[in-house]
């Protein structure tokens, strides 16, 4: 079994910045690519920004230049640092992973596995 855990949400006035982090962990033997989706109330989930293993990025149009997504592949975790935060950026902010995982080296399968959520509030 694997698990995300997310952190680092929270309210953050227009302006600021707010960086949020994803560890996987479990029985895992490789994780292909990490990302970062969000969902506003009344919209469904989006790509906001994921990282290949190599390191290759990609960002939603509305992010690009204000936030950047970073990996550490040691220890499993993925990063995301917001910028010049506004309104139109609150929602819940998921991890996203694909991971080969299983009970032994024998018996592995690719999955992709959700964190469990993390509000971002950006608000006077």
């Known amino acids: 079994q694997v698990q995300l855990v997310e952190s680092g949400g929270g309210l953050v006035q227009p302006g600021g910045s707010l960086g949020l982090s994803c560890s996987a962990s479990g029985s895992i033997f490789s994780i292909n690519a990490m990302g970062w989706y969000r969902q506003a109330p009344g919209k469904e989930r989006e790509l906001v920004a994921s990282?290949?293993?190599?390191?290759?990025?990609n960002y939603a149009d509305s992010v690009k230049g204000r936030f950047a997504i970073s990996r550490d592949n040691a220890k499993n975790t993925v990063l995301l640092q917001m910028n010049s935060l506004k309104p139109d950026v609150t929602a819940v902010y998921y991890c996203?992973?694909?991971?080969?995982?299983?009970?032994?080296?024998?018996?592995?399968?690719?999955?992709?596995?959700w964190g469990q959520g993390t509000p971002v509030t950006v608000s006077t």
């Open positions: 990282i290949t293993s190599g390191g290759n990025t």
């Open positions: 996203n992973a694909k991971v080969l995982s299983g009970p032994s080296v024998w018996e592995t399968r690719w999955q992709a596995y």
